[in-house]
């Protein structure tokens, strides 16, 4: 295998045309520099030199040599250069997962925008999971990151997580809904009405909880319709089909026909939480940690 460093040599010494002269821009003795320049000769089994006492001249085996000798000095110092990218965290690869309410919080768009201004070079990867799709692919190191909306299982040997966002969910009545004049909507309002919610399958717990949150809040929702993302409940509301709970941040997003209303007294909310393994230390692991933690 070459030696970086006789090539290096060789290359000053073809360039000066001296090895005196290429010796003193190494800083090195003479001696060691010409047996250096020997000894890759010997390895590659060809003369590189035309030697005289005064000069040392490129034969025509010595310049071609020269051309790909100079091609490995800069892939080498390309290489070495990527190297401490990769040490620093400046350059490399994330997969990053995450759940659509992330998406519509803002969190996604935001660490994007901080994390391209301060890493440039930085390839991520965005890949759209369930919760529990994430915790795995976590595990199996599928995923670097994870947008999720639970926190990990308390205990988890492998993963750790922080809440980066919780929003209060709010109801989204259709225009023309006899709700849209009411001074204070209480729960004698909603009363048997018309709903339409989000399954999330394979892993849905959102429909088990928001009945149970209807029912401690004292009514009883009737369930006509269900959808698999929060922006098609949107679209049947806006089509007068029901009504709808929704993070709150959807109300930008949102079709036109839509009146959106708080409930302050509705006792849940959409908590968006970041993951990732526990013995992941990496540099960029923290930053990214601290650029979503900026944005709770």
């Keep these: 295998m070459l030696d970086l460093r006789q090539i290096r040599y060789f290359v000053a010494v073809a360039e000066a045309g001296n090895v005196g002269r290429a010796a003193e821009q190494l800083h090195i003795s003479q001696s060691p520099l010409s047996r250096q320049i020997m000894q890759l000769e010997e390895q590659l089994g060809v003369t590189l030199f035309e030697r005289s006492k005064q000069r040392v001249h490129l034969n025509a085996e010595g310049k071609a040599?020269?051309?790909e000798a100079r091609a490995l000095l800069v892939n080498a110092a390309r290489l070495e250069e990527l190297g401490r990218k990769l040490a620093s965290g400046a350059t490399g690869s994330l997969a990053i997962g995450y759940v659509e309410g992330a998406v519509h919080a803002g969190l996604i768009a935001a660490m994007l925008r901080e994390f391209r201004r301060e890493r440039p070079d930085f390839h991520l990867q965005l890949r759209s999971r369930r919760t529990a799709a994430q915790f795995e692919d976590l595990r199996q190191r599928v995923l670097d990151l994870g947008f999720v909306y639970a926190p990990a299982p308390q205990g988890d040997p492998d993963i750790e997580s922080m809440l980066v966002r919780r929003e209060p969910l709010v109801l989204a009545i259709p225009e023309g809904?006899?709700?849209v004049d009411a001074s204070d909507i209480r729960p004698r309002h909603l009363d048997a009405r018309v709903w339409i919610t989000v399954v999330r399958q394979p892993d849905d717990t959102n429909r088990a909880q928001f009945l149970a949150a209807c029912m401690e809040a004292g009514f009883v929702p009737d369930i006509a319709y269900e959808t698999a993302d929060p922006l098609t409940s949107l679209g049947l509301v806006s089509a007068g089909l029901g009504l709808a709970t929704v993070q709150e941040s959807l109300q930008s997003a949102a079709p036109a026909g839509i009146v959106f209303r708080d409930l302050p007294w509705f006792k849940r909310s959409v908590e968006i939480h970041?993951?990732?393994?526990?013995?992941?230390?990496?540099?960029?692991?923290e930053d990214l940690?601290?650029?979503v933690n900026g944005e709770l």
């Design 65 to 67: 040599f020269l051309t």
């Design 177 to 179: 809904d006899p709700l």
């Design 274 to 285: 970041l993951a990732w393994r526990r013995n992941d230390r990496r540099a960029v692991i």
């Design 289 to 291: 940690r601290r650029t």
